[in-house]
């Protein structure tokens, strides 16, 4: 049995993975298995420090306890999983925790700069420690028991992802609600995106990139109306469209960090969490000047 640290209270996954991990507030088949979260440090919030008490007394009716210290949570811990709501929070948060080698999870935003997000992947290549970054879309059912697995369909040449893209003080662009449409697109085209262009509302902005191998994908992400999570995903065989449940998407991220964990191997490569950084932030680049595609490589 893993035992699991968090580090900052200010998002509801400290309750909603706790929850999971530990068999409590939820029905069983939200239940994992092979971890228990046994003990969270508050730490701070630049985004939402009034959610901390509440997140807090929530965790100890569960069991939770309550440490004063990054160093005295690592006394108790085998695995850690850094959820605070700022992207830019994480490298400070997660260093310390990759050079003690105990194996580490960071919530998105993975990052709000590149060089952030460098430096928190290079920090776990030099301790030889597990970093696995990543939204639960990515393991929803929609997208891990559709037609696309095993190829049914054959190639996937291109794909529309959308959801929700409120935008917030912190993590700007689609790193707030948008990142997880955009890690939708990149779980469904993989990495290998070059340039991403831009088209901004009020209400909605369109990001297309255009992958190496002349692959289009597009994020669409609403802010009025309707704003539930889907893709379109156009194969060589058909095309598959779907509506993206979060019914089992937090169970099966925190599946996933228990499989991570224990073999040693993320579930998300590292160079798919660094292409979704520098997607967003192109998107980003590309909107401040009119719409103009950007490179990729710019991002540095």
């Known amino acids: 049995m893993l035992r699991l640290g968090i580090v900052d209270l200010d998002s509801s996954h400290s309750v909603e993975f706790s929850r999971r991990f530990n068999h409590?507030?939820?029905?069983?088949?939200?239940?994992?298995?092979?971890?228990?979260?046994?003990?969270?440090?508050?730490?701070?919030?630049?985004?939402?420090?009034?959610?901390?008490?509440?997140?807090?007394?929530?965790?100890?009716?569960?069991?939770?306890?309550?440490?004063?210290?990054?160093?005295?949570?690592?006394?108790?811990?085998?695995?850690?999983?850094?959820?605070?709501?700022?992207?830019?929070?994480?490298?400070?948060?997660?260093?310390?925790?990759?050079?003690?080698?105990?194996?580490?999870?960071?919530?998105?935003?993975?990052?709000?700069?590149?060089?952030?997000?460098?430096?928190?992947?290079?920090?776990?290549?030099?301790?030889?420690?597990?970093?696995?970054?990543?939204?639960?879309?990515?393991?929803?059912?929609?997208?891990?028991?559709?037609?696309?697995?095993?190829?049914?369909?054959?190639?996937?040449?291109?794909?529309?992802?959308?959801?929700?893209?409120?935008?917030?003080?912190?993590?700007?662009?689609?790193?707030?609600y948008g990142i997880h449409s955009v890690e939708l697109l990149f779980e469904l085209l993989g990495s290998g995106c070059e340039t991403v262009s831009t088209t901004w509302s009020e209400d909605a902005e369109v990001v297309t990139g255009v992958w190496a191998d002349g692959r289009i994908g597009t994020v669409r992400g609403n802010r009025t109306g309707m704003t539930s999570y889907g893709f379109v995903a156009y194969c060589e065989g058909g095309v598959v469209s779907e509506t993206v449940s979060t019914r089992f998407a937090y169970r099966n991220l925190c599946r996933e960090i228990v499989r991570s964990f224990e073999s040693g191997q993320p579930s998300v490569s590292h160079e798919s969490s660094l292409d979704v950084v520098r997607f967003v932030l192109a998107s980003l680049q590309s909107e401040r000047s009119g719409g103009r595609p950007v490179s990729l490589q710019e991002i540095n």
């Open 24 to 176: 409590a507030g939820v029905d069983r088949e939200q239940w994992v298995e092979g971890a228990q979260v046994v003990a969270a440090w508050s730490g701070g919030s630049v985004m939402a420090p009034e959610r901390i008490s509440a997140f807090q007394a929530e965790l100890e009716s569960i069991g939770v306890g309550i440490v004063g210290s990054h160093e005295q949570l690592m006394e108790q811990i085998d695995g850690v999983l850094i959820l605070s709501l700022c992207g830019d929070c994480h490298l400070a948060r997660a260093r310390p925790f990759l050079e003690a080698k105990i194996p580490t999870f960071v919530d998105k935003p993975f990052a709000c700069s590149i060089s952030d997000a460098r430096e928190i992947v290079e920090l776990a290549q030099q301790n030889d420690t597990t970093l696995l970054n990543s939204s639960a879309l990515r393991f929803s059912r929609e997208v891990k028991e559709s037609a696309l697995q095993n190829q049914q369909l054959g190639r996937i040449n291109g794909a529309i992802t959308y959801g929700p893209a409120k935008r917030t003080d912190g993590n700007p662009g689609l790193f707030h």
